[in-house]
Nanobody, 114 residues
Framework: QVQLVESGGGLVQAGGSLRLSCAAS????????MRWLRQAPGKQRELVAA???????NYADFVKGRFTISRDNAKNTVYLQMNSLKPEDTAVYYC????????WGRGTQVTVSS
């Protein structure tokens, strides 16, 4: 079955960096667009970045220039490099894929202290 497992979250000071990973299995990873989303306490889940099977990327305005999404099809993994982190980036970060239906991981917590 489809599995998405996020990792790499943690506590970091403002201005710091983290690299999130999402390991995928159960589908032909290289053929699908992968997305990172986040949900802060009391807020709706929002799209952070996406990368197509052809490595075309798209970013939310609030992360442009700070975050980079990438994928390694040999490892069935999508990454989110997060630099210049801000306290408002604090959230649970999820990866997802539309494989017949939306599939989600359990998320990884990112906390940015001021």
């Amino acid at each position: 079955q489809v599995q998405l497992v996020e990792s790499g979250g943690g506590l970091v000071q403002a201005g710091g960096s983290l690299r999130l990973s999402c390991a995928a299995s159960g589908f032909t990873f290289s053929s699908y667009t992968m997305r990172w989303l986040r949900q802060a306490p009391g807020k709706q889940r929002e799209l952070v970045a996406a990368i197509t099977s052809g490595h075309i990327t798209n970013y939310a305005d609030f992360v442009k220039g700070r975050f980079t999404i990438s994928r390694d099809n040999a490892k069935n993994t999508v990454y989110l490099q997060m630099n210049s982190l801000k306290p408002e980036d604090t959230a649970v970060y999820y990866c997802n894929v539309l494989y017949y239906e939306l599939r989600w991981g359990r998320g990884t917590q990112v906390t940015v202290s001021s």
